[in-house]
């Protein structure tokens, strides 16, 4: 039996492509070879890299507006520091929110570089909520912000527009509802909720954008170096990008980004009326700040806890304690998670609260 499997990363995928990701590890495209045991630059491989980069460029609705579209190795963590290698010109200034732990360490490693200004941050209650009414100055060279707080649960509703090049982290909710991207002059997401397994890093970048920062860039570094390359600068993490192939396709076959806004909102609205209305639970985030991805709440009364966690596990549930940071409870239900596992956890919090 499955799991209903609410983890925050690695997180759930389609069974379906689990089950063809399996098959293809024995024997790809009838080639009796596995997929992990050929050339990245064999034919039938160079096709699975230029699938993934086509379906991530359609489903964002960003075809021949100018993007490229990579598939890098080092997490999002690496694109910490890519994005102002890339982007930060020597003695330039770049503006970032401070919106969670992901967040800080993006400002982190860009302080590195030049100079920082954190236009606004929500520290000061524990990132619960999403700053606003804060100002972007004009002499900067990009704006950083993270859409989707991971460990927090709350989720930006809406970007700022700026003069500014704008970049984003989606790490935890690229490809779950409809936005403009074109507002976006560069995307990043680690692979692990949305999109496939860990290994592999999305970069959405509009190549206007490179080769003006004055600095030189080590090559690994240098997104102009992996875009001439097709993302097959060095050895590609083959099986993280074939997997992230099937899971866009799924997601294509599904109805795109719009069809699974729907679910995604249903899911979300279950669960977060679910919390507002039983006595036993309390949200984390500010209620307009509230993630569709990542549901962190706790118990008001921690005398259920073990009772609760004995329910959610006799169930079937897995991944639903909280970040160490926050404590309590966080439910990820990503692209992949059926509505049917949001039934289950919603069920029990009921049982709980009739208990
Ligand atoms: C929003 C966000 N950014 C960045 C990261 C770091 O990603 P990685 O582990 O791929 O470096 C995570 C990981 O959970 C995340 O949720």
Redesign the pocket.
Known sequence: MKKHNFS??PSVLPQEVLKKASEAVLNFNHSDLSLIEISHRSTDFVAVMEKAQSLALELLGLENKGYSVLFLQ???????LMVPYNLLKVGGKAAYLDT????S??IKEANLFGTIDVVASSKDKNYSYIPKGYNIPSDIDYFHC??????FGTQLKSFPKTDSLLVC????DIFSRQLDFSQFDLIY?????NMGP?GT?LVVVKKSILGNTGRKIPSMLDYQVHISKDSMFNTPSVFAVYVSMLTLQWLKDLGGIAAIEKINNAKATLLYNEIDSNRLFEGVAANADRSYMNVTFTLTDDSYKDTFDRLWKEAGINGINGHRSVGGYRASIYNALPLESVEVLVAIMKKLANS
Do not use: V, Y
């Open positions: 925050a990363g080092g997490g999002a963590s690496l694109e910490f969670g732990t992901w967040s360490k993006s993270t859409s989707n707080n991971t460990i982290d989606m790490s935890s997401a680690g692979a692990q909720k860990a890093t």
